[in-house]
């Protein structure tokens, strides 16, 4: 911090309770009233050098001791007895803390040159551009006083001048690690706009600017990071990391603001509440407008992070669909919590914001076109049968799929999470099933190598909504591809209560048509039932997958058989369902029938029929085997 003294004379000020005055032999003959403190002055020492004083005393001449009222003086009574000993010859320290005050204190009396050579305001005009400037600390420490005198500093070019020196020294070392005071601080937890769990930021080694100018509020920092930004030096992943930790100085546990309606009874400390959100607000939507426009710049959790904050504080709608088209760009870099938008809606109490999840679905599906099916295995079968070498049938394989390769396993990843996401908002007994259904089918079929969590999804939304009815359970599982289950899935799925007969007689046959197939017995299946199976063939061999559950899954969400009711009554509630239900008078999505697909599974091999009792209950009379 640099520092800068003026003057030489002794005189000095001292102080009552109500009057202030300075050591002299001549008496003082003007008084200078400033916000309620009141100095006993010379006019010579002030008139000679004050513009403003002299203009003032000139217009009235009667009183032997002058009053001089100053009541919008800028910086108070410390910068006035900065202006007053520098007319008295007093010594004064000038810094980066007092020299806003202090130049706008001199601009106010009109210090200038023309009443007399070297007067203030050249020389603090001389200290601002050849110290305060040259430094970085100063430098931001200027600027940030700027903001108690802003008509003032903007007007004398005070704050526009300190915002280019601080963007000039980044630009010029953007990633440099010696300038910052900062990081020999303790280390600040990450943003928690939902009420989660923060991580400890790791000490950082670049981006050293990034915490010093965290500490200017949100107008001085916009305006900075606006001319970082436009200086084009800076990669955009510093830029990133400046507005995170930028947003966990400034963004705190917003979540208490959820139910602030409802706790908050007098009126007083809901205006000061709504104050504040509102002040939330304003920074949350700046913080979106600086996001750098390069696709991962900043991480998709920490994007998530602030769609959840623009729910919560109810962002402008512009902000909230920019989040949710920066997290659709880079969904595949998501976790399933990162959908978990807090919902604030009214009429639908749900838990979770389902239609911002649905936008960023579709900005994700927007990003690139993808391939209609999955990368076909029979392809690669075809080419080795030609006797083609293993090396060529990679190169051409890749060379097919090099425009559309990055897009189709983004969206195998992203199958993946938004099965995830299904499974948690299943539990939410106010998620309609409409909304549920499109979540599901928001993406295309090639995405889902397997539909066991699809399935599990269901399962748990069947358990958390047993008011549907049959119609809707079927319209429910038409998102389900039984070929697409594991064993171990059909095998709960076929003791499943709570799905249509027309789901258990399909998971009945796939599961045994699959398994003629791994026995070797192919040719003793009927023709349509191998037809079906040769477009499938790819999901016979895919090992089963497990569902076996981590400790923090409720039980009721396993998948155990174990759980199943006595095989009797399962088989009696089958018995019941095939009497009273109409379904199998339709015809399956492929098209095979009730008939074609009864006939099909009696004219299955004796091998395959054996893993159908694994399936059935074991313990049925002989009229019921038979």
Same mark, same amino acid.
């Given at each position: 911090?640099?520092?800068?003294?003026?003057?030489?004379?002794?005189?000095?000020?001292?102080?009552?309770?109500?009057?202030?005055?300075?050591?002299?032999?001549?008496?003082?003959?003007?008084?200078?009233?400033?916000?309620?403190?009141?100095?006993? %002055?010379?006019?010579?020492?002030?008139?000679?050098?004050?513009?403003?004083?002299?203009?003032?005393?000139?217009?009235?001449?009667?009183?032997?001791?002058?009053?001089?009222? %100053?009541?919008?003086?800028?910086?108070?009574?410390?910068?006035?007895?900065?202006?007053?000993?520098?007319?008295?010859?007093?010594?004064?320290?000038?810094?980066?803390?007092?020299?806003?005050?202090?130049?706008?204190?001199?601009?106010?009396?009109?210090?200038?040159?023309?009443?007399?050579k070297g007067n203030l305001i050249y020389k603090l005009e001389v200290f601002f551009n050849s110290c305060i400037l040259q430094g970085w600390k100063d430098s931001v420490v200027t600027l940030q006083s700027t903001k108690a005198y802003p008509l003032w500093s903007e007007d004398l070019g005070m704050t526009s001048r300190c915002i280019e020196a601080i963007a000039s020294k980044i630009l010029a070392n953007p990633s440099k690690v010696c300038l910052s005071h900062s990081y020999s601080r303790?280390?600040?937890?990450?943003?928690?706009?939902?009420?989660?769990?923060?991580?400890?930021? !790791?000490?950082?080694?670049?981006?050293?600017?990034?915490?010093?100018?965290?500490?200017?509020?949100?107008?001085?920092?916009?305006?900075?990071?606006?001319?970082?930004?436009s200086g084009g030096k800076v990669p955009s992943n510093l830029v990133g990391d400046a507005l995170r930790i930028y947003a966990a100085r400034w963004l705190p546990n917003i979540s208490k603001y959820i139910s602030v309606d409802n706790e908050v009874e007098s009126e007083p400390e809901m205006d000061s509440i709504k104050e504040?959100?509102?002040?939330?607000?304003?920074?949350?939507?700046?913080?979106?407008?600086?996001?750098?426009?390069?696709?991962?710049?900043?991480?998709?959790?920490?994007?998530?992070?602030?769609?959840?904050?623009?729910?919560? &504080?109810?962002?402008?709608?512009?902000?909230?669909?920019?989040?949710?088209?920066?997290?659709?760009?880079? &969904?595949?870099?998501?976790?399933?919590?990162?959908?978990?938008?807090?919902?604030?809606?009214?009429?639908?109490?749900?838990?979770?914001?389902?239609?911002?999840?649905?936008?960023?679905?579709?900005?994700?599906?927007?990003?690139?076109?993808?391939?209609?099916?999955?990368?076909?295995?029979?392809?690669?079968?075809?080419?080795?049968?030609?006797?083609?070498?293993?090396?060529?049938?990679?190169?051409?394989?890749?060379?097919?799929?090099?425009?559309?390769?990055?897009?189709?396993?983004?969206?195998?990843?992203?199958?993946?999470?938004?099965?995830?996401?299904?499974?948690?908002?299943?539990?939410?007994?106010?998620?309609?099933?409409? !909304?549920?259904?499109?979540?599901?089918?928001? %993406?295309?079929?090639?995405?889902?190598?397997?539909?066991?969590?699809?399935?599990?999804?269901?399962?748990?939304? &069947?358990?958390?909504?047993?008011?549907?009815?049959?119609?809707?359970?079927?319209?429910?599982?038409?998102?389900?591809?039984?070929?697409?289950?594991?064993?171990?899935?059909?095998?709960?799925?076929?003791?499943?209560?709570?799905?249509?007969?027309?789901?258990?007689?399909?998971? &009945?046959?796939?599961?045994?048509?699959?398994?003629?197939?791994?026995?070797?017995?192919?040719?003793?299946?009927?023709?349509?039932?191998?037809?079906?199976?040769?477009?499938?063939?790819?999901?016979?061999?895919?090992?089963?997958?497990?569902?076996?559950?981590?400790?923090?899954?409720?039980?009721?969400?396993?998948?155990?058989?174990?759980?199943?009711?006595?095989?009797?009554?399962? %088989?009696?509630?089958?018995?019941?369902?095939?009497?009273?239900?109409?379904?199998?008078?339709?015809?399956?999505?492929?098209?095979?029938?009730?008939?074609?697909?009864?006939?099909?599974?009696?004219?299955?091999?004796?091998?395959? !029929?054996?893993?159908?009792?694994?399936?059935?209950?074991?313990?049925?009379?002989?009229?019921?085997?038979?």
């Open positions: 911090m640099k520092f800068m003294k003026l003057g030489s004379r002794p005189d000095t000020f001292y102080t009552t309770e109500a009057v202030r005055s300075v050591s002299s032999e001549v008496s003082s003959d003007l008084i200078v009233q400033v916000k309620g403190s009141r100095y006993m %002055l010379h006019k010579f020492p002030l008139l000679s050098k004050c513009l403003r004083l002299q203009r003032l005393c000139a217009e009235n001449l009667e009183s032997q001791h002058q009053i001089v009222q %100053l009541p919008d003086f800028p910086g108070g009574v410390e910068a006035f007895e900065l202006c007053a000993k520098f007319c008295y010859g007093i010594t004064i320290t000038l810094s980066a803390y007092n020299i806003v005050s202090a130049r706008c204190a001199a601009e106010y009396l009109q210090m200038t040159e023309d009443v007399e303790r280390g600040r937890d990450d943003i928690s706009c939902n009420g989660s769990e923060s991580q400890r930021q !790791k000490p950082a080694t670049k981006g050293w600017w990034a915490e010093d100018i965290a500490e200017l509020g949100i107008d001085l920092y916009w305006r900075t990071m606006i001319a970082i930004k504040v959100t509102s002040k939330h607000r304003l920074l949350l939507e700046s913080i979106v407008s600086l996001l750098p426009a390069e696709k991962g710049s900043v991480s998709c959790g920490f994007l998530s992070k602030l769609l959840k904050a623009a729910n919560i &504080l109810k962002a402008s709608s512009a902000s909230k669909n920019e989040l949710a088209r920066r997290i659709g760009i880079q &969904l595949d870099e998501a976790a399933v919590s990162d959908l978990l938008i807090p919902s604030l809606s009214y009429t639908s109490n749900m838990l979770y914001d389902v239609d911002v999840a649905m936008t960023i679905l579709e900005q994700f599906m927007l990003q690139g076109q993808s391939p209609p099916t999955s990368p076909p295995r029979a392809k690669r079968d075809f080419e080795r049968r030609r006797s083609r070498s293993a090396e060529n049938i990679d190169f051409e394989f890749q060379e097919s799929r090099r425009s559309s390769s990055a897009s189709h396993s983004s969206k195998l990843k992203v199958a993946k999470l938004v099965d995830g996401y299904l499974q948690e908002i299943a539990r939410d007994v106010n998620v309609p099933l409409s !909304k549920f259904t499109a979540v599901a089918s928001a %993406l295309p079929e090639f995405a889902r190598v397997d539909h066991d969590d699809l399935y599990k999804a269901i399962d748990i939304y &069947l358990k958390g909504h047993p008011e549907l009815n049959k119609s809707d359970r079927k319209r429910l599982c038409r998102i389900l591809d039984c070929r697409k289950l594991s064993v171990e899935a059909c095998m709960h799925a076929a003791q499943n209560e709570m799905l249509p007969l027309r789901v258990v007689v399909q998971v &009945l046959f796939f599961e045994q048509a699959r398994a003629a197939m791994a026995g070797g017995q192919v040719t003793d299946l009927p023709s349509n039932i191998k037809a079906l199976l040769a477009t499938h063939n790819d999901h016979s061999s895919r090992p089963a997958a497990s569902f076996s559950n981590n400790g923090m899954t409720p039980a009721d969400d396993q998948w155990s058989v174990s759980g199943a009711k006595s095989p009797k009554s399962k %088989l009696s509630t089958l018995k019941m369902k095939l009497a009273e239900d109409d379904d199998l008078d339709e015809n399956y999505q492929d098209g095979i029938g009730k008939s074609s697909r009864v006939k099909a599974l009696c004219m299955l091999p004796n091998r395959p !029929k054996r893993m159908l009792s694994k399936l059935w209950p074991s313990n049925r009379s002989t009229s019921e085997k038979n």
